[in-house]
């Protein structure tokens, strides 16, 4: 039997570890196999941007080999970053940290990919010498890169390892070093295995649903009570709507809707915070510096977008623009036939993602996000109903469910178009919109359970019925349930977290609830909601100092929002301040002449928080 021929390569090969594994798997061994497969993805997707390939990844350890010693040691500095950033989402105990050793060698390489040799043997002994969270590298390595990288090296000695025979000149790449070590400028690599990343439910919009048609929603300026936040301790970003440059304003939908799926997106990963739609929006028409946006928004990168609707096609131009300095970080165009949106906004979404280093994949397929439709018709057609329903255009509901049934002609298994018939139906019962209001939030309930039955996952129907159970049956545990459960499956959506935050808030954890509401006001601070659901949690807690400074400010952006005003003057009640109190009375019931004190808290399960609140309206003069 003839032999096949040797084949030997020179590579650079980096070998790594996680210091303590054994420990982590002892401790937990479920949470450590799911760590360690996401770190693992994350450092192979580094490895692939740098040209280099996957050798084999037995345990904790892993083995990669790449054509270029300069783009070795760029990959393994990267991986030290993304790891050390990831920790920091863990605690304390399931932190994985990892060594890394690289040498350039000689290897064989076997027909199935396999190498050995001394090469991959020092490279495994740099590895053991490497501290923790640390990188060594042989002289080999060292020498091919000296001079061509933006860091420095640490010469530690001469030291025999095992198995070779002679001593190895080993270096240190300079801790200080690594952790401030730019992402180097990589170009677009092959495109990433297609994930439905981009789903469409439009969750964003339920956390406004209950907002009037009076609430503003759309103004650029940023609360003095939060200006120009700090950036977050991760990847940050807002996404604004896409402009249309074809001169059609009936097409807008289109491009906010790329836009808005996009985000959704994006949300699924823990590793990422993005701005909610409504306040990246808000810049909509209007020229504004993307330095000074993410100033205002507190957020490191902003992406821009524009496009032509054509029959048939579309053409779309994304740029990622790294606000800090206005530097653009990654720009493409794209030319696709009308049936192949849905790829198009994966695409978009998984480039991101790729240019800021985090993951979309969180391990459960339902929090991939998905359109939910293979039909583009019926996810446009739901998509113009939630512009109508967002916008609280109460006259145009009608027109709202008529999209919504032509789309459930199309897929009748849609259940984003399911679920836009509830939110439908609860805005008509709660604004009375409709003849009979107890008889649409019966229909609201059944759309929202018929949602459900289809897709157990949607964020939005559990934020529906949230509310159903919070102002009509007053079911507060079934309430609480379906806020958790919305949660926990989109917690870095704003409209899951402010809809979790003001359920706790009102039902006996207002101090959690003001935790969560801030966060959500971090995530979308141009919209006046969580402005006035933060001023709930603070009033609830007795702190009403805090609760005046948040409600004074979302009437100074929503003159005509009678909610605000509302616990504004129960506030200022509870602070003495009668005669503000009654100012603000005046002006509620001007707003809100139907308004009856004895019917007020109900969405409340603690009397004796609805009888002060009761107290302080009649105090005011309102009856």
Known sequence: MAQSKVHRKLAAILSADVVGYSKLMADDEAATVDTIKQYRAAVERVINRHDGRIVNAPGDNMLAEFPSAVESVQA???????????NAELPEDRQMHFRVGLNLGDVIEEDDGTIYGDGVNIAARMEALAEEGGICISSTIHDAVEGKLDFDFEFLGERSVKNIAKPVRVYRVRGDLVEKAKKPTVGRTKKLAMVAA???????????????PW?????TSISPIAAEPPLPDKPSIAVLAFQNMGGDPGQDYFGDSVAEAVITGLTRSPY????????SFAYKGKSVDVREIGRELGVRYVLEGSFVRLPGRARVTAQLIDATTG?????EDFDVKSDDIFELIDDLTLNIAHEVDIELYTGDKSLAGSPGTKSIKAWELVLKAAEIVDNSQLEKLDLAERYCREALELD???????????????NRGFFHWGEDPEAEYAKAMEYAEAALSIDETSPSAHILLTDIHRHHTLEFGKALF???RAFSLASNDASAVLNLGNTLTWLGDPQRGLELTLRAYRMAPNLVWPLALVGNA???LERYEEAIAYFEECIKRAPGNPTCRRVLLMSYVELGQIEKARQQADELMKAMPEFKVDEYGTFTNDAALRERMRAALRKAGVK
């Not at 530097?327 to 720009?331: D, K």
């Open 272 to 279: 990422l915070f993005v701005i909610a739609r409504n306040s």
């Open 198 to 212: 981009a789903g469409v439910l439009v969750i964003a919009t339920a956390a406004v649903l209950l907002a009037p």
């Open 412 to 426: 009748p298994e849609y259940a984003a178009a399911v679920v836009m018939l509830g939110w439908i139906a609860f």
């Open 327 to 331: 530097h653009h970080v990654w720009a």
């Open 482 to 484: 379906h806020a958790n």
């Open 215 to 219: 609430a503003e929603r759309r103004s």
């Open 76 to 86: 393994a500095v990267e991986i030290q970053r993304n790891i050390e950033g990831r």
């Open 538 to 540: 603070y009033f609830v």
